[in-house]
C-alpha cells in the first residue's frame, strides 16, 4: 500500500475507522508512515483516515508549539475521549483540508483514554491546544472535518473553498 497525504474530498476522510483489536506488523508499518508524513507536512497531530488507513489511530505532538527537533510525538490506539468541560475556540486547520482554517469552538479540557504501543491502557488530561489537537484528530476517526462543525455562515463563506478543493481533487 501507498501511504501519502489525503486530501478532501477523499472518501477515506469520511469513513468511521475501524478498531484497532492487535497490535501487528502492520500498525507499526502504518505509524512509520504516519510519522513520516507528520514530519514532512509539519502538523500537530495525524489520524490514520490521513494516511488512508480507516483505523482508529492518531499520532499527537505533545507539545504542539515546540519548535524542537526532538519533540514529543506519541501514538495513540483505539483513542476515547472520557470526560469533556469548559470551551476553547482556536483557528484550526487541517493538513488534508488545504488552505482552509476557521474558528471551531471545541471542549477546554478533556480527559482521555487510549491503548499505547504497548498495549497497555493509558489515561492522561488534556488542556487549550493540546485538548484541541486530540479533539481535532478523533473528529477525523469519526469521519468528521473541523469545516463540519462550522455556523451555517461561516460555511456559506467557505463554500466556494471547498468547491474548489473538490473539483481540483477529480481533475
Ligand atoms: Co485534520
Same mark, same amino acid.
Given at each position: 500500500?501507498?501511504?501519502?497525504? @489525503?486530501?478532501?474530498?477523499?472518501?477515506?476522510?469520511?469513513?468511521?475507522?475501524? $478498531?484497532? %483489536?492487535?497490535?501487528?506488523?502492520?500498525?507499526?508499518?502504518?505509524?512509520?508512515?504516519?510519522? @513520516?508524513? #507528520? =514530519?514532512?507536512?509539519? &502538523?500537530?497531530?495525524?489520524?490514520? $483516515?490521513?494516511?488512508?488507513?480507516?483505523? @482508529?489511530?492518531?499520532?499527537? @505532538?505533545?507539545?504542539?508549539?515546540?519548535?524542537?527537533?526532538?519533540?514529543?510525538?506519541?501514538?495513540?490506539?483505539?483513542?476515547?475521549?472520557?470526560?469533556?468541560?469548559?470551551?476553547?475556540?482556536?483557528?484550526?486547520?487541517?493538513?488534508?483540508?488545504? &488552505?482552509?482554517?476557521?474558528?471551531?469552538?471545541?471542549?477546554?479540557?478533556?480527559?482521555?483514554?487510549?491503548?499505547?504501543?504497548?498495549?497497555?491502557? #493509558?489515561?492522561?488530561?488534556?488542556?487549550? %491546544?493540546?485538548?484541541?489537537?486530540?479533539?481535532?484528530?478523533?473528529?477525523? %476517526?469519526?469521519?468528521?472535518?473541523?469545516?463540519?462543525? %462550522?455556523?451555517?455562515?461561516?460555511?456559506?463563506?467557505?463554500?466556494? =473553498?471547498?468547491?474548489? #478543493?473538490? =473539483?481540483?481533487?477529480?481533475?
Amino acid at each position: 500500500m501507498d501511504y501519502y497525504l @489525503r486530501k478532501y474530498p477523499d472518501p477515506v476522510l469520511r469513513q468511521k475507522a475501524k $478498531p484497532v %483489536l492487535e497490535l501487528d506488523d502492520d500498525i507499526a508499518i502504518i505509524e512509520e508512515n504516519m510519522r @513520516r508524513i #507528520l =514530519k514532512e507536512e509539519g &502538523g500537530v497531530g495525524l489520524a490514520a $483516515p490521513q494516511v488512508g488507513v480507516s483505523k @482508529r489511530l492518531l499520532l499527537v @505532538r505533545m507539545d504542539p508549539l515546540s519548535k524542537d527537533d526532538k519533540e514529543d510525538v506519541r501514538l495513540f490506539i483505539n483513542p476515547e475521549i472520557t470526560e469533556a468541560d469548559g470551551e476553547k475556540v482556536i483557528e484550526e486547520g487541517c493538513l488534508s483540508v488545504t &488552505g482552509i482554517s476557521a474558528e471551531v469552538k471545541r471542549f477546554g479540557s478533556i480527559r482521555l483514554q487510549a491503548k499505547n504501543t504497548e498495549w497497555d491502557v #493509558l489515561e492522561l488530561s488534556a488542556t487549550d %491546544l493540546l485538548a484541541v489537537v486530540f479533539q481535532h484528530e478523533i473528529d477525523h %476517526l469519526d469521519g468528521i472535518l473541523f469545516v463540519d462543525r %462550522l455556523s451555517p455562515a461561516k460555511k456559506v463563506l467557505l463554500s466556494a =473553498k471547498l468547491k474548489k #478543493l473538490k =473539483k481540483e481533487w477529480k481533475s
